[in-house]
């Protein structure tokens, strides 16, 4: 890697994470905790929820993917939009108007405390399990290129993560993901851009030697 690369990489992940924990540095009760005091727009939260959505994963397993069995996964992507619809019309409004802290402290209002507890324990595995392979995928990257052992490397984002998640809460996620998201779509653009530059050259220089 040249010096160039250590300073996108390293500088990228330093003024994301500083960033989401200087926006987010003031005090706040619980709701500003969790629900960042509703100040965030729907731009950046839209943003975050993107950059939720496409992990490491995507950009790690779906080409390899789409290589070896096809385009046929995304059907998927394409209900998602509508299914966001949906959701953002008959229950967001809903949820919103309980003013409750999580979707938990709804369930035990309406049911009891054990189906709240049970929703939570197997939310959380759930999400234990998916967050290791999200770190874990990246890692393998990060510690090939970098050169350090795949363990160090798990240790290292994961402390990242956990750094910016439990100083700023709910808003400084949203913050750091929309700019992680604009870096993502950045980077998709600059690769799409270099592809075809480098494909279209070797398209001609193919015509003009088969000529």
Known sequence: ?????????????????????WKTRHPRDMAGYLHGGYADRWPTIGLAVMA??????????TPGQAY???MRFLQFYFGVPLAMVVLSI?????FYGLRVFTA??????????????????????????????????????????????????????????ILYTVTGGTRAVSQTQKHQMVVMMG???????VVVSRTGVAVHMSRIHGR
Do not use: H
């Not at 160039?4 to 500083?18: K, P, S």
């Not at 939720?52 to 397993?61: H, R």
């Open 90 to 94: 008959a229950f967001v409004p809903r």
């Open 52 to 61: 939720t959505q496409a992990s490491a994963i995507t950009f790690l397993s």
């Open 104 to 161: 938990y402290e709804f369930l035990e209002q309406r049911f009891d405390r054990k189906t709240r507890q049970l929703a939570a324990f197997l939310f959380l595995v759930q999400r234990g399990l998916s967050a290791g392979i999200t770190i874990y995928a990246p890692a393998i990257v990060l510690s090939t290129v970098l050169g350090w052992s795949l363990n160090l490397t798990c240790v290292a984002i994961g402390a990242l993560v």
């Open 68 to 70: 070896t069995d096809g």
């Open 1 to 21: 890697m040249s010096a160039l690369d250590w300073v996108v990489l390293f500088g990228t992940l330093g003024a994301i994470v500083g960033y989401g924990i």
């Open 187 to 193: 980077g998709m653009v600059v690769a799409f851009l």
